[in-house]
């Protein structure tokens, strides 16, 4: 069946430093991907998405390239700010089904 | 415009006890989805109803497990005979169609204790 796999966490960073998140999936067919995001004390909200082979979504400084050949989805900022610490799940759909992964925590230190 | 609402917020029951968890999706949204998520763990599916359709029912892990949609809106959650083991932060999403593409917005989500 379908399924997402990503980095485990916690990711710790000082502020500006670079970020990936790894995000790898197995799908039958051409699911959409997403990055959602869960801030301390606040509910899931979507970050990116991408529908489509080669797509990027972009959002707050954040990009993620839809890579079918390698069935990735890897999730990347330039420089991140203490704001960023979140949980962060990759998650993709195919049919109705949402299917996410673990989560990542992402700590960042002033 | 509203979000997804959802209540109560916290639940502290004795194991055992039947609980029902409600769900206030965002007007116009035609897809619900209830989800679990356990202590350090990912968003495990629980259900999906669709317009007037028929549910998935297929992520319920037990019949103690229900949900039910009056109306095509509001939808409620219901554990009976709760173990310690449904302790969980559950999860409701609702979004516009079931498109493939489709962001799902979430509800801030019940916090369930089973003493």
């Known amino acids: 069946g379908d399924s997402v796999t990503q980095m485990e966490g916690p990711v710790t960073l000082s502020e500006e430093a670079f970020l990936t998140i790894n995000c790898t999936y197995t799908?039958?067919?051409?699911?959409?991907l997403f990055w959602y995001v869960q801030y301390p004390g606040e509910g899931l909200q979507l970050l990116l998405k991408?529908?489509?082979?080669?797509d990027k979504g972009s959002n707050k400084g954040f990009e993620a390239t839809y890579r079918k050949e390698t069935t990735s989805f890897h999730l990347e900022k330039g420089s991140v700010q203490v704001s960023d610490s979140a949980v962060y799940f990759c998650?993709?759909?195919?049919?109705?089904?949402?299917?996410f992964g673990a989560g990542t925590r992402l700590f960042v230190k002033a | 415009g509203a979000g997804v609402s959802q209540s109560p917020s916290n639940k502290v029951t004795e194991k055992g006890k039947d609980v029902e968890l409600r769900c206030d999706p965002i007007s116009g949204h035609t897809a619900l989805y209830w989800y679990r998520q356990s202590l350090g763990q990912g968003l495990e599916f629980l259900i999906y109803?669709?317009?007037?359709?028929?549910?998935?029912k297929s992520g319920l892990p037990s019949d103690r497990f229900s949900a039910e949609r009056t109306g095509g809106s509001v939808s409620t959650l219901t554990i009976q005979r709760t173990q310690q083991e449904d302790s969980a932060v559950y999860l409701c999403?609702?979004?516009?169609?079931?498109?493939?593409?489709?962001?799902?917005?979430f509800g801030p989500g019940t916090r369930l204790l089973v003493l």
């Open positions: 799908a039958t067919g051409y699911p959409s």
């Open positions: 999403a609702s979004s516009f169609d079931r498109g493939v593409g489709e962001t799902q917005y």
């Open positions: 109803f669709q317009g007037n359709s028929a549910p998935d």
């Open positions: 998650a993709l759909s195919e049919d109705f089904k949402t299917i």
């Open positions: 991408a529908t489509k082979a080669d």
